[in-house]
């Protein structure tokens, strides 16, 4: 549920999810939570959260 202090916005994750396969597409590896940081422009645990859920993607 958009909101959930348990999870990320559904719009970060997707924002999230595009800026990490652009970073593949064109650095051909997976990106850090500190490029999340930095990109998104979050805090340090928001950008870990979002690299957990996005793992999975890029993990193959």
Do not use: F, N, W
């Not at 064109?26 to 500190?34: A, M, Q």
């Amino acid at each position: 549920m958009p909101g959930s202090r348990d999870t990320p916005d559904p719009a970060l994750v997707a924002y999230a999810r595009r800026v990490a396969d652009e970073r593949h597409a064109k650095h051909g590896s997976p990106i850090t939570s500190d490029l999340i940081r930095t990109r998104l422009g979050v805090s340090d645990q928001l950008a870990a959260d979002l690299l957990h859920i996005l793992q999975p993607a890029h993990s193959q």
